[in-house]
Structures are given as structure tokens and as C-alpha cells.
């Protein structure tokens, strides 16, 4: 069964610090890990990574994969309190035919000022 | 900036009662996803669609459950017999190809009682 675990399930940090969110996974095929916020309702995209050791950044939010060790992390500097959220990773386990996300349960993440 | 929008926000409805959740895909997009997140659980996937037809389902998808796209713009998503179990929230995504990032709609929250 493909499984996706992220953890800290939960984190309190104060404005300003860096925070590292941790996504492990196991699945029959890969295909892409996938971040996103989740705030109040709707998961917002992030990132999309499907190749090893590449980073992506995204002002003060940088992620990066490895596909050997099976995990990637999501990494927010100088935080704020507006990245307050619940942060979802997800893998894609399809190589061909349709995209069907598997997710974690999310880090709930807290800036607290 | 394009968003995939779900009506309603909210909705109550009786055991046993058939209710349809409506999505407005982003509007060149063409390979669109329904969601489920159970309260406190993680987001599971129910059922991708191309080109007018079902592409994958998960095992929660079963008889109950049908996806249709009416006319050019919306996408819906009806349960036929609702249970109690179905009570949770209901994302709609939509994706521009295959394999890219899929975009989350605020999504509805379904109680059943």
C-alpha cells in the first residue's frame, strides 16, 4: 500500500525562525512529490519535485527530493505569522494514467509571534 | 489569478438523502479530480475524469458516487444515498495536463445527520 508520513505532526516555532517539515514515503511507483499549504480550506500548491538533489525555492519556502533515501523536506526561513497553516505532502505513484495523489496526514505548523 | 470554485460552502442533508456538489474547473484545464477529507484524516483521493469519462477511482468511490460534466464549464460530483460516513469535506481539482499540479477549490463540507 503506497503510504505517505510527514512529520513533526505539529510545530510551534516564533516569527522569524526556520522551520524544516519533514515528508517520507513509500510507494510501488513515483512519479512526483508534491507540497502544498492547506490555511483554512484549500490546499494551495507549492512545489512539484520529480527529480533528485534539484531545489526548488520559493522566496522564504524552499523544498528539495531525494529519491534514493524516499523523502523530501520543505524548509521556511525567517517565518512569519502568516505561514501559519497545515502543510501537505503528497507523492504521485503513477507512472502512466491518471494522476490520483496519496497524501500525509500534514504538519500543522504555528508562528507564534 | 484563475481558481477552481466549488458551490456550496456548506451543506446539510439527511441520511439517505441524494445531494450534488458543483466545481468550476480553471478553464483550460481538462483532467479534473474529486477529494475527500474527513475530519482530523488525511485527503484521499475519489475519482480522476478525462474527456467525458471516469480515468481511475479509488474503492471509495463505489455505486453511490457519480461524476459528471453537464456542459463546458461545470463538474459535479453526486452521492446518491448519503451516510453518516459520508460526512466530510469535498475538494474539487483541476490540472492542465496529466501530470502537472493539480489546483484545489475551497471545497464544500458535507454533514450528513
Known amino acids: 500500500e503506497d503510504k505517505v508520513v510527514q512529520s513533526p505532526l505539529s510545530l510551534v516555532v516564533h516569527e522569524g525562525d526556520t522551520v524544516t517539515l519533514n515528508c517520507s514515503y513509500e510507494v510501488t511507483n513515483f512519479r512526483s512529490l508534491l507540497w502544498y499549504k492547506q490555511e483554512k480550506k484549500a490546499p494551495t500548491f507549492l512545489f512539484m519535485l520529480?527529480?533528485?538533489?534539484i531545489e526548488k525555492k520559493s522566496g522564504r519556502l524552499s523544498s528539495i527530493l531525494d529519491k534514493k533515501e524516499l523523502f523530501s523536506i520543505l524548509n521556511i526561513t525567517a517565518t512569519q505569522t502568516g505561514d501559519s497553516a497545515v502543510y501537505l505532502c503528497a507523492v504521485e505513484p503513477t507512472i502512466q494514467g491518471a494522476q490520483k495523489l496519496v497524501f500525509g496526514q500534514g504538519t500543522r505548523l504555528t508562528i507564534n509571534p | 489569478e484563475p481558481e477552481v470554485t466549488q458551490t456550496p460552502s456548506h451543506q446539510v442533508t439527511q441520511m439517505g438523502q441524494e445531494v450534488i456538489l458543483r466545481c468550476v474547473p480553471i478553464s483550460n484545464h481538462l483532467y479534473f479530480y474529486w477529494y475527500r477529507q474527513i475530519l482530523g484524516q488525511k485527503v484521499e483521493f475519489l475519482v480522476s475524469f478525462y474527456n467525458n469519462e471516469i480515468s481511475e477511482k479509488s474503492e471509495i468511490f463505489d455505486d453511490q458516487f457519480s461524476v459528471e460534466r453537464p456542459d463546458g464549464s461545470n463538474f459535479t460530483l453526486k452521492i446518491r444515498s448519503t451516510k453518516l460516513e459520508d460526512s466530510a469535506m469535498y475538494f474539487c481539482?483541476?490540472?492542465?495536463?496529466?501530470?502537472?499540479?493539480?489546483?484545489f477549490g475551497q471545497g464544500t463540507r458535507l454533514t450528513v445527520v
Open positions: 520529480t527529480s533528485s538533489g
Open positions: 481539482a483541476s490540472s492542465e495536463g496529466w501530470h502537472t499540479e493539480a489546483f
